[in-house]
């Protein structure tokens, strides 16, 4: 089959991170990104996960805000009942 030039534009220490690693691994950029194509083809898909490295700052002010209320307990109001908490945050409403 017939090769075919194909340009991509990436960040120069990206590219020459990534060509050392492939080169560690026997293979050159283009190789890499050819066995990049063909699984994604084989998968119909990425062939591996996609996913945010940290949460947003929202989720991760909550979370903060949970690791405090965990370890601080006596800080917080706390309720019998759910209906007694909804009654409470409902009050001025």
């Known amino acids: 089959m017939p090769k075919v030039s194909t340009n991509i534009n990436?960040?120069?220490?990206?590219?020459?991170?990534?060509?050392?690693?492939?080169?560690?691994?026997?293979?050159?950029?283009?190789?890499?990104?050819?066995?990049?194509?063909?699984?994604?083809?084989?998968?119909?898909?990425?062939?591996?996960?996609?996913?945010?490295?940290?949460?947003?700052?929202?989720?991760?002010?909550a979370l903060k805000e949970f690791e405090q209320m965990r370890s601080h307990p006596e800080k917080y109001k706390r309720y019998p009942s759910f209906k007694d908490a909804m009654d409470d945050v409902l009050k001025d409403v």
């Open 10 to 61: 990436l960040d120069a220490d990206l590219k020459k991170r990534a060509q050392e690693l492939f080169a560690d691994l026997g293979m050159d950029l283009t190789t890499a990104v050819t066995l990049f194509i063909k699984q994604s083809l084989r998968e119909q898909s990425i062939p591996f996960k996609i996913a945010r490295e940290k949460y947003n700052s929202e989720t991760e002010a």
